[in-house]
């Protein structure tokens, strides 16, 4: 399947989707900070990228906004609980591929991802 790289501060978050993704099949990577999951695509790059927004270190529009210079065509969802949808919308505004507001459901995240996925080019990484 695919490589995924999970950015999200909330541990139990990240916990919840490495266990759906990799459920799913995908090899799964994960880091708690923008900062952090930064150095681990400079590792080895990613398939897609799920990232939360709002995360201490370094959020997820500066994230979303590092990636996409470098990886115009990488796959990057955006996730946030907050109560105010601009988030979600700046987000999607620099540069994420979509977005979805937390709590959603595992099939959604599986569906999107895997549309994602589909119309990524063997080369955009």
């Known amino acids: 399947m695919a490589d995924i790289l999970i950015i999200d501060d909330d541990r139990q978050m990240r916990r919840l989707l490495t266990r759906i993704l990799a459920g799913a099949g995908h090899a ?11 150095a681990l695509f400079a590792q080895r790059r990613a398939d897609a990228v799920i990232t939360d927004i709002i995360m201490p270190q370094m959020e997820g529009i500066e994230t979303i906004r590092t990636l996409r210079r470098d990886h115009p065509t990488l796959p990057i969802i955006a996730i946030s609980g907050g109560s105010d949808p601009i988030y979600l919308r700046a987000a999607s505004a620099l540069g994420a591929t979509s977005v979805l507001r937390k709590p959603f459901s ?9 549309t994602m996925l589909q119309k990524t080019p063997e080369t955009s990484c």
């Not at 799964?28 to 930064?38: L, M, P």
Request: hydrophobic share 40%.
């Open 28 to 38: 799964v990577r994960a880091a708690e900070n923008g900062r952090d999951g930064i």
């Open 106 to 114: 595992s099939q959604s995240l599986l569906d999107l991802l895997g």
